[in-house]
């Protein structure tokens, strides 16, 4: 972080409004250092000059210079490029938060504001900030470390990933050992398809390799995601659900900041991007967040999707008991062609005695299901 107070955070908070700037300060100042700018010439000043904030809260309608400027200038300047920009503004269609995302922005969250929900984005930004620096940091190091180059490379890979699904994994720990099975089969059924006339070209070694490596990242947007839902044992109601399908936006906008703080393309985390948006997409294009449809899905976002809802299928929850794994493989077959690409539930039915085998070897313990149960208990109660 850059603030130099220990274990505080920087918000700036830009808004020409004094009332709106009292309020969000009150809201986070017994977390975050704030610091507040009534224009967007003084919010530029303010985030130019060491210890630059971590992460700017900026509104949209403001006079002389409005939010749009404010971010595009932030993002034009290589000393603030790399701070996250949330809007915080009452423009709520559509086309005004496309065009703040597209000018860099890393979220929108329209007023009123619903004080949970702009604790859990702020938290979640910061956090994800502070995985894209210290992607920045060791990509410093190994261009210092020529001669080392590809094996440090490889290890950095590994352990940004681990570390970014971790943080899926510690929001939510009713997922157990979710992240290695799918991913263990997501490489079965690549390895399967790579000799299919429709996926030679694409599936080679490499290709296979960066799946495996990229597969446990498809659930990191779950950061993003408030407590009150993603830990709700329950049913979700229509906003809420609608909330938690954001955690596939989310999960790519995180990667793709990560990828433009080091500054050039990385075939892992682009790969990442694809798993993380698009593994809800549906082959006959009912899914989210796109609605895409058939070939227009990436091939890595098919995979994970067969993965994933088998996974959820066979797995025991706190509130579900878990189908059988003959139950589980109907389901599949039942969605081919409709949810899932043909070809990849073939090669999932060809393979089912080894998607049983690896949901075996990386099943959860009954010891771990209780204390998931016990921990779900006590967030409810």
């Known amino acids: 972080m850059t603030d130099s107070t220990p274990g505080k955070a920087t918000i700036l908070v830009v808004d020409d409004t004094p009332d709106n700037l009292k309020l969000v300060s009150r809201l986070l100042m017994d977390t975050y250092k704030v610091k507040v700018a009534k224009s967007g010439a003084k919010a530029l000043a303010i985030a130019a000059i060491e210890p630059r904030p971590d992460l700017v809260l900026l509104d949209i309608m403001m006079p002389e210079m409005d939010g749009y400027e404010v971010c595009r200038r932030l993002k034009a300047d290589p000393r603030t490029s790399s701070i996250p920009v949330i809007f915080l503004t009452a423009k709520a269609e559509t086309k005004n938060e496309e065009k703040g995302l597209w000018l860099g922005a890393v979220d929108y969250i329209t007023k009123p504001i619903s004080p949970p929900i702009v604790m859990a984005r702020v938290e979640a930004q910061l956090k994800l900030k502070a995985t894209a620096d210290f992607l920045r940091d060791k990509a410093d190091f190994l261009e210092q470390e020529v001669a080392k180059r590809t094996r440090d490379i490889v290890a ?44 030679a070209a694409t599936l080679d070694a490499p290709t296979i390799a960066m799946l495996f490596k990229s597969a446990p990242l498809h659930d990191i947007g779950k950061v993003g995601v408030p407590d009150r839902i993603l830990l709700k044992p329950g049913r979700l109601e229509p906003d809420e659900f609608a909330i938690m399908k954001s955690h596939t936006t989310l999960g790519y906008a995180a990667i793709e900041q990560a990828e433009r703080t080091l500054g050039t393309p990385v075939a892992f985390l682009s790969c990442a991007k694809q798993i993380a948006r698009s593994h809800h997409e549906r082959w006959d294009g009912r899914g989210y967040p796109d609605g895409l449809a058939s070939d227009s899905i990436p091939l890595a976002a098919r995979l994970m999707a067969v993965a994933d809802v088998y996974d959820a299928l066979v797995s025991r929850r706190v509130y579900k008991s878990a189908m059988t794994y003959e139950e589980a493989v109907r389901f599949i077959v039942e969605g081919k062609g409709s949810q899932f690409d043909p070809d990849i539930v073939e ?5 089912q005695d080894q998607f049983k085998s690896i949901a075996a070897r990386y099943a959860d313990s009954d010891l771990n299901m209780e204390k998931r149960r016990e921990g779900k208990d006590l967030v409810v109660g």
């Open 156 to 199: 950095i890979q590994d352990v940004t990933i681990l570390a970014m699904a971790s943080l899926a994994e510690a929001r939510d720990t009713d997922t157990g050992n979710h992240v290695r099975r799918t991913q263990h089969y997501v490489k079965a059924l690549a390895e399967k398809l790579k000799c299919h006339p429709h996926f």
């Open 347 to 351: 090669a999932f039915v060809a393979l």
